[in-house]
């Protein structure tokens, strides 16, 4: 059970993890937290909706979740404004049952529109 508690886990896991009484349980760190900047080269309008990022660091999976904020400049718009080729700046943190690549938003801004 020990080896478990060592483990990245997520803050409900943690919970169930300290009822349980291990110790060591401990929610996501600063490593799990990722920024980056990227082209969007796909908007899924599906349930939760997602984009693909293509970034320095890969080609990103980007979670939009019902707190995810969304910007352009200084304004909060909508998910549906996002727009392939559109330049963005994501923040937010992996998973922990997640692929590397896979990001859950926290915010997502515009930092340059797409070209007309």
Do not use: W
């Amino acid at each position: 059970m020990k080896t478990i508690a060592t483990l990245t886990c997520g803050v409900a896991a943690c919970l169930l993890l300290a009822a349980l009484g291990v110790a060591d349980a401990s929610p996501p760190g600063d490593k799990d937290k990722l920024t980056f900047e990227g082209k969007i080269v796909n908007v899924m309008e599906v349930y939760p909706p997602r984009l693909s990022v293509e970034a320095k660091g890969g080609h990103y999976t980007v979670q939009i979740l019902e707190n995810t904020k969304v910007t352009e400049g200084n304004k909060r718009i909508d998910f549906g404004k996002l727009r392939t080729n559109q330049r963005v700046r994501v923040k937010g943190v992996r998973p922990a049952d997640a692929g590397k690549l896979q990001i859950n938003a926290s915010e997502v801004e515009i930092i340059q529109a797409a070209p007309q």
